[in-house]
């Protein structure tokens, strides 16, 4: 079985120009889910798809961020224009719908550097 | 809001120490507990998860973890640990009958030879 696949593995722009992430989830999985991961931290939930729908993205800066699963299977996360503080590491997850015990699996995640 | 506290943010050992890698959660309803490792440069991988039944529950590489309702904890442990144990670890939870996964800050094990 294939894994969460995401790319680029890693990304440098200049703050105030604009970056996106792709992500491919597990075949069958209704929830997909981006993370924050910034160094020394915990990841933290930005957004929460269940097939095409948005679930949570309380955490989400929607004034520079925005996420779209269009068809309810791979999704890609804007940021427009990046800033210093966006220098993390965005972690993908996806999950099989319907319960909330089910584990969920972890794309190696994109690092971008912002400077 | 549920939340997650990994009071340790780096625990070092040596090699064949046991380890101890404490978590606790506060939540007005029932959670699902889980501990995720992170090895440098990788994703995330689930250890082990507690849903319900027994509270001792047993996960990959020899972890295990135990939860305790009264004192909300969910603590990690290891007999005795491998150099290839050295990584990141987290705890997270999940509201009963919600998908919203939350990670605590996270406890970097060092093992030393």
């Known amino acids: 079985e294939a894994g969460v696949a995401q790319s680029p593995r890693y990304k440098i722009i200049e703050k105030r120009q604009s970056v996106a992430f792709w992500c491919n989830p597990i075949?069958?999985?209704?929830?997909l889910y981006w993370y924050q991961q910034i160094l020394g931290q915990g990841p933290k939930l930005l957004i929460q798809?269940?097939?095409?729908?948005?679930?949570?993205d309380s955490q989400l800066p929607k004034d520079r961020f925005s996420a779209e699963r269009l068809k309810g299977v791979d999704s890609t996360l804007k940021i427009q224009p990046a800033k210093l503080e966006d220098s993390a590491v965005y972690l993908c997850?996806?999950?099989?719908?319907?319960?909330?015990?089910?584990?969920?699996?972890f794309g190696q995640g994109t690092r971008l550097t912002v400077v | 809001a549920q939340s997650v506290t990994q009071l340790d943010s780096q625990v070092p050992v040596f090699e064949e120490a046991p380890v101890e890698l404490r978590c606790n959660y506060s939540?007005?309803?029932?959670?699902?507990l889980f501990w995720y490792v992170q090895y440098p440069n990788q994703g995330l991988q689930l250890l082990l998860k507690?849903?319900?039944?027994?509270?001792l529950v047993k996960g990959i590489n020899g972890f295990e973890a135990e939860f305790n309702k009264s004192q909300t904890s969910f603590h990690l442990r290891k007999p005795s640990v491998h150099i290839s144990d050295t990584a990141e670890y987290f705890c997270?939870?999940?509201?009963?009958?919600?998908?919203?996964?939350?990670f605590g800050t996270g406890t970097r094990l060092q093992v030393f030879p």
């Open positions: 939540s007005s309803v029932s959670v699902y």
């Open positions: 507690y849903l319900s039944g027994s509270t």
């Open positions: 075949s069958g999985h209704a929830t």
């Open positions: 997270a939870v999940t509201l009963y009958n919600t998908d919203k996964l939350i």
């Open positions: 798809f269940q097939n095409n729908g948005v679930v949570d």
């Open positions: 997850a996806s999950s099989r719908a319907g319960t909330s015990n089910t584990e969920a699996f």
